[in-house]
């Protein structure tokens, strides 16, 4: 039997699993990641480690790109915001070589 709390989470639970509790219901674990989200698992009532879907994972480890912050920017709140650009022009110095 698990002991978890109730979650904030519409229909899901808390999302934390004892050690002890992990061993025994592994497969559990990981289908309530790629349904509901990261699984922690304490360690002596401490957070240890966290379960969560493969895609995830995989999107987490993709580096982040010029298009990835432009997407970012474009779905933001302040997407209509206008600002002007500012362009600095240093002086430019003649060198021997």
């Known amino acids: ?10 229909g899901s639970r808390s999302g ?6 992990a061993k025994t219901h592994l497969s559990q674990i990981v289908r309530e990641a ?6 922690r698992v304490t360690l002596h009532g401490k957070d240890a480690a966290v379960v969560i879907a493969a895609e995830e994972f995989d999107r987490l ?8 912050i432009v997407a970012a920017l474009a779905k933001s709140p302040l ?4 600002f002007e650009r500012l362009s600095v022009k ?4 003649d060198v021997e070589l």
């Open 1 to 10: 039997m698990t002991a978890r709390r109730p979650s904030s989470k519409k």
């Open 16 to 21: 934390r699993w004892s050690l002890q509790d």
């Open 34 to 39: 790629q349904r509901s989200g990261p699984q």
């Open 61 to 68: 480890q993709r580096p982040v790109s010029g298009r990835d």
């Open 79 to 82: 997407d209509d915001l206008e």
């Open 90 to 93: 240093s002086k430019v110095r």
